[in-house]
């Protein structure tokens, strides 16, 4: 009844490569979305697709070292960023820590300051702002900041996932995002103001 | 998270954001919610981040091309 042992080697073969094609498929389908997070942690397009590439390649390559069960799109953003980080795109420092002395509400007192002290509403006064607008002010905040709030916010990732992905502390994630989106309604408020409050 | 010297606006304030990123516990949450409910001042300033969340993701969102994803299951492992 037994098996002999080139049959035990077979069956262990067919099983390894069953489990890398459902990997691959799995890695596959999760692309666009890390996609999305990796076009706004690098500048250009051709970056972000050059790191998609090296990243795919790599996971492919030591997919035996995921752990199945546990979350493959941080897993992917994980190696995507390292990548990053190797190819001295990034230099790991600490963000320079400039006082910022305006509240979480920043953004929506400034515009209301400028609709005349007039309730602004909330729909109408994001309408003053494009879609450029609001790329250009992502890529002007610093880019240890930006990647919390593109991980967080453009991925849905929880803060223990990007503290993973990021290789720092839930607290640094969560006081980067802090000081980033302060950044980003500072960049914002400038654009919006600049784009002039006669485009209603 | 209790406390008389708090202000409970203050203290709204510094929920939103973890309130949006459904980082709060349950009590927390809740706290968050009552007050929302009842104030009409941070009932706004929730909205306004919440619509500002939106509009930046929906803004900056790019879209893979079809190159790149074919690129990429060029990368699978040939199969035998």
């Not at chain 2, 994803?69 to 990368?75: D, I, M, S, V, Y």
Request: charged residues 35%.
């Amino acid at each position: 009844m037994g098996e002999t042992a080139p049959e035990t080697e077979a069956r262990r073969l067919a099983e390894d490569a069953r489990d890398r094609v459902r990997f691959e498929e799995e890695a596959l389908d999760l692309a666009d979305q890390v996609y999305r997070v990796a076009r706004r942690m690098v500048s250009s397009r051709e970056e972000a697709e050059d790191l998609m590439q090296e990243t795919y390649a790599r996971a492919f390559r030591s997919w035996r070292s995921f752990q199945p069960g546990t979350n493959l799109r941080a897993w992917l953003l994980r190696i995507l960023t390292n990548l990053n980080i190797d190819r001295g795109r990034r230099v790991q420092r600490s963000p320079d820590m400039q006082p910022l002395e305006e509240g979480d509400y920043f953004l929506y007192n400034r515009l209301e300051e400028s609709t005349q002290g007039q309730n602004p509403d909330e729909e109408r006064v994001l309408e003053r702002l494009s879609q450029d607008d609001a790329v250009s002010a992502l890529s002007a905040v610093p880019h240890d900041f930006r990647d919390a709030i593109v991980l967080v916010d453009i991925g849905d990732f929880s803060y223990n996932d990007a503290a993973q992905i990021l290789d720092i502390p839930v607290g640094t994630v969560m006081s980067r995002l802090h000081r980033g989106r302060r950044i980003l309604k500072q960049e914002l408020a400038e654009r919006a103001v600049a784009d002039g409050g006669d485009s209603r | 998270m209790s406390g008389y010297a708090i202000d409970p606006c203050d203290q709204c304030e510094e929920m939103i954001q973890p309130f949006l990123d459904r980082e709060l516990s349950e009590e927390e949450r809740q706290v968050a919610e009552s007050h929302l409910d009842g104030c009409d001042y941070c009932r706004k300033r929730y909205k306004f981040e919440e619509r500002l969340r939106r509009y930046v993701r929906q803004a900056v969102t790019e879209s893979m091309s079809p190159e790149l994803k074919a690129k990429l299951a060029e990368l699978r492992t040939p199969l035998i």
